[in-house]
C-alpha cells in the first residue's frame, strides 16, 4: 500500500545536516510536484530548514538504529521512497516516475517490493539481472537478483529495509563492512527488486570517503546552502550515476 504522501526516509546523522537539506532541495527543484514527506533523522540537533514536506525523527547515532527508528512500527507491506543524504538528483524524467508512483498507490502484484529508477552501474550488467521482465505504469521493469544499487535512491517495501539492516553485526559499520554485509545477506525470494529498463534519472553523489565531491560544492553553493566546516578546501573528484541522452522524453 501507499499513502496520497508517501514517506520518504531519509538515512543522514547530524554531522551530515548541510547534505540533507541540500538532497532535499534538489528533489523540491527536480521534481516540484514530488509526493514525498521527508523522515529525517536527528541525534541532538540537525539544522535542516522547517517545511510541511519534512518530519524529524528523533534516533540513535548508528546506522542499525537510525534506520530501525524511521521504519518504527510501519507495516512490512507500505511502500516508502528510500533516499540516504549520499545521492542528490540532478534530472529525472518525473512524468515516467509519476506513472511509477502512481501504479504502486493504486496496488501492485505482492511480490513486487521494490523499484529502482537508475539504470546505471551494476543495472547495466545482465549478470546482475534475472531475465524476468514485467510492466508497471508503462515502463518495462528488470528483475534484480540481489541487493545490488540499494544506496541509490528507489521505492522499496518496508520489509526490504528491515531484513537488510535488523540484524546488522554492529552499528557503527563503514561503508566497505555494509558492503561486504549487503552482498553476503541473501535476497528473500519474495522481496522481486526491480529495475527501470530505461534509465529515468541521473544523480549526484554528494561525497566520497567522507569529503563532498566537487558537483555537490557547485550544487550547494548555487543553492546558497553553507559549505560544512570539516570540508576542505578541496573537494572530492566528481561523480555522477546514470545517463539521460539531451531530449529524452520526461
Not at 512524468?95 to 502512481?102: D, K, L, N, S, W
Not at 534509465?199 to 555537490?216: I, K, R
Not at 550547494?220 to 546552502?225: F, Q, S, Y
Request: aromatic fraction near 8%; hydrophobic fraction near 40%.
Amino acid at each position: 500500500m501507499v499513502t496520497e504522501r508517501m514517506k520518504a526516509l531519509v538515512l543522514t546523522f547530524d554531522r551530515n545536516s548541510a547534505v540533507a537539506e541540500h538532497m532535499m532541495r534538489r528533489y523540491d527543484a527536480a521534481w516540484p510536484a514530488h509526493p514525498f514527506e521527508f523522515l529525517v533523522p536527528f541525534q541532538d540537533r540537525l539544522h535542516v530548514a522547517d517545511s510541511p514536506r519534512r518530519r524529524l525523527v528523533c534516533s540513535p547515532p548508528g546506522i542499525r538504529g537510525t534506520i530501525l527508528a524511521l521504519i518504527g512500527d510501519l507495516p512490512n507491506e507500505e511502500w516508502v521512497y528510500w533516499c540516504i543524504d549520499d545521492k542528490y538528483p540532478i534530472e529525472l524524467r518525473t512524468g515516467r516516475i509519476e506513472r511509477i508512483a502512481a501504479a504502486i498507490r493504486d496496488g501492485v502484484p505482492d511480490q513486487v517490493s521494490g523499484i529502482l529508477c537508475c539504470r546505471a552501474r551494476r543495472m547495466l550488467d545482465p549478470g546482475f539481472l534475472s531475465g524476468e521482465r514485467m510492466l508497471l505504469g508503462g515502463e518495462t521493469l528488470l528483475r534484480r537478483v540481489g541487493y545490488q544499487q540499494i544506496w541509490i535512491h528507489q521505492f522499496v517495501r518496508v520489509e526490504v529495509l528491515r531484513h537488510l539492516f535488523r540484524d546488522l553485526p554492529r552499528d557503527d559499520m563503514t561503508p566497505p563492512m555494509l558492503e561486504a554485509h549487503k552482498d553476503r545477506t541473501p535476497l528473500p525470494g519474495d522481496h522481486a527488486l526491480f529495475v527501470t529498463e530505461e534509465n529515468l534519472a541521473t544523480f549526484g553523489e554528494s561525497t566520497q570517503s567522507g569529503l563532498l565531491t566537487s558537483n555537490c560544492v557547485a550544487s550547494m553553493r548555487e543553492m546558497g546552502i553553507p559549505i560544512p566546516p570539516w570540508q576542505p578546501q578541496v573537494p572530492a573528484p566528481e561523480v555522477l550515476i546514470g545517463f539521460l541522452p539531451p531530449g529524452t522524453h520526461r
